[in-house]
């Protein structure tokens, strides 16, 4: 689709490149043009404050309610066997990644190492990785063997629910910051609109784990702990006032006591994924990597020809530094200080 002109199989033969090599092409406008809007990104070293953070979860329980709205109205149980694109991909991801992980945990440890507690609390999730990351992400990686569920693998377990039933919805798959671009007020300059960009990740899932990564891996941490409450008002009244205007059924379960209950537990999604990019994203400009050009120095140095073992080598290198970072560490304590009063980790 080209300017909203769909090519057919056989006119797409004959286009020029760049466009013949793929099976169809989407161009979409410059979302930073000034006639587009004039988006932008929120500086990923300050987080989100307040009024980004609003229209971010209320954009979120918009996707999921509708996603929700979709299946309760065509009958769909699984969207995967419709859309098979929307079939979890973390499996490979995580597996490629964990040398990135275990690289991170010990990054994590040795900034707070100062700090006694914070530290117990990574090496508890560093344990528990496996688990929470098989069990929210809907492949095995050990959690039946060890008996885990995502009540009991908290530090502090919760009671289970009897016949609880999964809520599965349409995740964004990727929620942090440099995901989402904002269209801001001429005058005020406050954010007034958000898009959600990047869905290569977008899977069917629980939608606290989606929620749970952008609350801790993009927003600041002093608005993060002054107004969760609010915000996850907002994220439970849009989803609800979304269910009974297209007249559909809530998820199973529904109700502000559960939506908090089942939030609570996904805290140790937001840990990991904090643990795991933050190192990454909050380094120093001059450190950062370009993950393209990376990657096809990888590729060019042909040290492996599995993908798997050659991604490993590719991602265990993403984090390092040699350079003091106080805006990682202030993040990281403050995250894993919550995890700690919360009984998460």
Known sequence: MIRGHFFSPD???NL?????AVDNNIIMPDLRAKSNGEYRLRD???GFDLNHYYLVIEAQAK???LSWAYK???GIQNLTEKFPFLKPKFEMMIRMMQPLIDANFLVSKQILVDHPEEVKAIEYLQSIQKSSGGLY?????GQTELGHTKDNVLKKPLPSVENEEPWNVVLHGDAWSNNMMFRYDEQTDRPVEVLFVDFQMSNEGDPVSDICYTLYASVAPEVRKKHLNSFLRVYYDTFTRICD????PYLPGWSWEEFNRRFHR????GAMMSCILLPIILKSPDELTNLDSAADAEEQKGKSTDAMEAGATFFAGLSKSNKENPILKNRLLAIFREMVEDGIL
């Open 11 to 13: 006119e797409r033969k």
């Open 137 to 141: 992400w809907n492949f095995e990686y």
């Open 63 to 65: 996707l999921h309610a």
């Open 245 to 248: 205007q297209l007249s559909i």
């Open 72 to 74: 309760c109205k065509t």
């Open 16 to 20: 020029p490149t760049p466009f013949k």
């Open 266 to 269: 996904a805290k140790v999604i």
């Open 44 to 46: 990923r070293f300050l």
